[in-house]
């Protein structure tokens, strides 16, 4: 449930959504992408709006929902799972590859492997280098965290920050809250469905209740 | 006995024909279409009249399988729109009663207009003797080209960015949508595909036999066996258990009679779900 909730990315931005279980993050992010309807409210994207339209038809305007389940192909190959991502625009598939594979080695190395056989951390890059196939506008990165080990996601966060510098927009939904706020430069607080504190993500680092019930400290 | 099994080679693969057609219709739009032998017997009688009213033979088969194409279209855009406003079970039920109905409708409408369509086809050498064995050239046609049909839609599946997206739909749709990817228009074109398979399979069914209104349910259930008996998710494994069954059911029928060949043909299917619910393949493919 989210309620009266309003969210500003930037072109070029890396926005941030922090909150507990529940808090409503993987809804909003399933609104943008069509997956569930607003019942009020504009979704807007480029001055078009985007809510009311089928999960495909958003995926085709550039934004692209990579979701916390990844919901990867798993009886594809890495191959196939990253061509499907390129469905879209076949057009710039072949430079999407290089680029996917200079980010991800380790994908290029398992590109004959079907994507149930492969860790988790590797699924969870499968699954960002398939939305970035996608050439997408905007990333929406639900939970990229999600069953990884520290080492793992620290690796990853190194491979978006790559991202981030190709200026690509990015919103983060993420509970590991350091991490998400030394990635983005803004981040929104989201609490049972409401936004409770939004700011520079540097401005949040020093505040009080954020510090107290985020980061464990103080 | 070996011509026995030869003729239930060439049945068998016209049973995957239209199997392989219900098991993308369920893989793909979760629903099981009981009219799938309907669609393969309208090819058939398509091409039967075309003939009958002095058509070039070629030209009125194809002009069958595309008549059968053209029906899957209609009954996906118009018919089971009902059913896929819903999902998973509700929809599958939905499915199995619309179709159904549709199969009575077929059958009725079949039985009011053209009792008694057969396919004449003259050929010019009615048959080939290989090692001293006589094959019909009608069962060697209709052979090559279900195994043509079945080899297209192998390369299609596995070799185009449309076939992939075709699969991708099966294993995951909620990711496949992710990809930009719209399972309703996919489906569409599968439910139409298949029909098209389906109306080869007719076709050459009516070079065997008449095409009386009993032949469209009696397809569909041959062809649910062997959807059932291959793995309803098992492209490959549909094919090896058409030629199987085909071959189990030529052979039983000549000596113990049809009546006891479909029970035995349906316990197949009841193993099958016993021992190997996702069928004879599905750790192969």
Known sequence: ?218 | MIPIIIDGVVQGLQFSLLAVGITLIYGLGGVLNLAHGQFAVIGGVTAALLIGGGMNVILACVLGVLASGLFGLIVDRSLLLPAYRYKGEERLLLGLILTLGLSFVVDGYLNYRVPDAALTVQLPYPSVTVAGITIRTASVATSVLAILAFLMLGAFLKGTLLGKAVRSIIQNEVGAELCGISATRTRTLIVCLSAILAGVGGVAQGVFSSLGSELGVELTIFALIVAVVGGVRSISGTLVAGILLGIVNAVASFYIGTYLTLIILLAAAMLTILVRPSGMLAYWT
């Not at chain 1, 969210?7 to 959504?17: F, Y």
């Not at chain 1, 019942?39 to 038809?57: E, M």
């Not at chain 1, 978006?160 to 983060?172: D, E, H, N, P, W």
């Open chain 1, 1 to 218: 449930m989210l309620r009266e909730i309003s969210l500003e990315v930037q072109s070029g931005e890396a926005v941030g959504v922090i909150g507990p279980n529940g808090s409503g993050k993987t809804t909003l992010f399933k609104a943008i992408a069509g997956m569930l309807r607003p019942k009020s409210g504009k979704i807007l994207f480029d001055g078009l709006r985007l809510d009311g339209l089928h999960t495909p038809d958003v995926a085709r305007r550039g934004v692209v929902y990579v979701p916390a389940e990844r919901e990867l192909f798993p009886q594809m190959t890495v191959l196939e799972n990253l061509e499907l991502g390129a469905y879209a625009n076949p057009r710039d598939r072949d430079d999407q590859f290089r680029f996917v594979f200079s980010l991800f080695p380790r994908l290029a190395e398992r590109k004959r492997q079907l994507a149930e056989s492969m860790s988790g951390g590797e699924q969870q890059m499968l699954a960002i280098a398939r939305g970035v196939m996608a050439k997408p506008k905007v990333l929406l990165l639900d939970e990229p965290s999600t069953g990884l080990a520290p080492l793992l996601v620290a690796e990853m966060y190194r491979q978006l920050s790559q991202l981030k510098a190709q200026g690509l927009t990015i919103l983060l939904a993420e509970q590991q809250v350091p991490h998400a706020l030394a990635f983005c430069e803004r981040t929104y607080v989201l609490e049972n469905g409401w936004i409770k504190l939004s700011g520079r993500s540097s401005d949040l680092l020093g505040d009080p209740a954020i510090k107290r019930s985020y980061l464990g400290v103080g």
